[in-house]
């Protein structure tokens, strides 16, 4: 069963294959729905700090059925903090948020501030800035594992280039008509594993018809 399966990432760590994303879920409904997840065999909760609903997905990992160990709880760095500071402060504030000790992921949301996203400006140095706060947040142990989310190959390269820990995990949009074939190479070569979100294109892989096989005669 998939809600059973793991990948070992490269510290070790093993992450659910499948998760709950909580995107577009309000916080005062959030705590319900992760509670009924858990129930369902959902063990990853994936949430972030812009979807304004850490604290109510954080009162249902520690209401539901399962201990914490049993969990892997993620969040994501706001991709509009671009200092370590500021990084390093929201992830206190993530950790208050949720009422949790640790988190088992934090990802930076993506390499420029949304409204300039894929945009000229790349934020080489801000992102290594952010990268820092993340390093050291994992030696403190207030997270297990640290990655990013909708980073091209030259944002890994440039954190590859002087990073104390790579990054273990690069979330992107991947389904069956996104596929970049050449970034998912390059993370598979790098062992940084990719994460899919809106696996079945926000919904419209399911408003396709289902081919009808002919018959043979």
């Known amino acids: 069963m998939i809600l059973q399966e793991t990948y070992k990432l ?8 499948l998760g709950l994303g909580t995107w577009c879920i309000d916080n005062d409904k959030a705590a319900q729905t992760v509670r009924t997840a858990v ?15 850490e604290q109510g997905v954080g009162e249902g990992i520690r209401s539901c059925s399962v201990s914490r160990e049993e969990l892997f709880v993620a969040s994501k760095v706001a991709a509009e903090l671009k200092t370590y500071e500021a990084a390093a402060a929201s992830i206190e504030e993530t950790l208050e948020k949720m009422g949790l000790d640790y988190l088992d992921q934090m990802i930076i949301h993506a390499p420029q501030p949304w409204n300039e996203f894929r945009d000229t400006k790349r934020y080489f140095a801000e992102n290594k800035a952010v990268w820092r706060a993340l390093e050291d947040a994992q030696a403190a142990g207030k ?9 091209l190959q030259d944002d890994l390269e440039n954190l590859l280039s002087d990073c104390r ?21 390059f993370c598979r070569e790098q062992h940084i594993q990719v994460e899919a979100y809106s696996p079945i294109a926000h919904g419209e892989a399911l408003k396709q018809a289902v081919p009808r096989r002919s018959s043979g005669s």
Do not use: C, W
């Open 165 to 185: 820990i790579q990054p273990m995990v690069n979330q992107i949009l991947l389904h069956i008509s996104n596929t970049d074939h050449d970034l998912l190479n």
């Open 39 to 53: 129930t369902l065999g959902y063990r990853l909760i994936d949430t972030a700090q812009a979807y304004e609903n």
């Open 143 to 151: 997270v297990r594992v640290i990655g990013v989310s909708n980073f």
């Open 10 to 17: 490269e510290n070790g760590t093993k992450i659910p294959k």
